[in-house]
């Protein structure tokens, strides 16, 4: 194999590093909301967007207007894994995809308590480099479920969530996708079977 390509799988593995660990950090953020933590891990194009299927909110504006709260609500706690991360970078290396799974638990506001919840859901989210550094553009995660903890989400695969969700206003559109269970429809993967190829 040439120094040309060495240096190119050498890249793609550092950029796909790179991309994990930037997902891995916006996670960590959520925990406690560090809301102007989260937003500096966004690129700085116009056509950023957050969608967790209750509205997108899209723009430097609807991006702040998401994670950037006045005052968090008593007893917050938001923990998110990142789990079986699968990222792949365009031959520019300019630009990525990245699915993964979010598997979490949470205390948040549901109606006007703070109550324990489970969560599980796929994000399929788009990256950029900008300036050398790997930034999100895109996000969009499919909640699978919420419910509370005392439930399970055969019994009630759905709650309201007070926290965290968008406000209709001009920076929020209709989301992409919101199939939650039981729903059998699967959140598209931006890549073909890495086997057969379809």
């Known amino acids: 194999m040439d ?24 996670s960590y953020y959520l925990e406690h909301w560090e ?7 966004f ?6 967007s957050v969608d967790i299927g209750k509205g997108m909110n899209v ?3 609807g991006i702040r207007e998401f994670f950037i709260k006045d005052q968090l609500p008593e007893g917050l706690l938001h923990l998110l894994m990142t789990l079986s991360g699968i990222v792949d970078v365009d031959p520019n290396g300019k630009t990525a995809m990245g699915r993964w799974y979010g598997f979490g638990c949470y205390a ?6 703070t109550r324990a919840l489970w969560a599980v859901g796929v994000w ?6 900008e300036d050398g ?3 999100i553009k895109k996000i969009l995660f499919n909640r699978i479920f919420t419910t509370p903890f005392e439930d399970g989400w055969v019994k009630t695969p759905m709650t309201k969530i007070e926290f965290g ?34």
């Open 165 to 198: 969700v968008p406000e209709v206003g001009s920076e929020t559109r209709p989301s992409a996708f919101f199939k939650p269970y039981p729903s059998e429809e699967v959140l598209p993967y931006h890549y073909k079977n890495p086997v057969t190829g379809k």
């Open 35 to 41: 809301g102007e933590q989260i937003v500096g891990l």
């Open 124 to 129: 399929e989210n788009e990256y950029v480099k």
């Open 59 to 61: 723009g430097q504006e």
């Open 108 to 113: 948040v506001p549901v109606d006007g308590m």
């Open 43 to 48: 690129s700085n194009s116009p056509d950023v």
């Open 133 to 135: 550094k790997w930034k």
């Open 3 to 26: 120094t040309e390509k060495l240096e190119m799988r050498l890249r793609v593995l550092e950029d796909k590093e790179e991309i994990s660990r930037l997902q891995r950090s916006y």
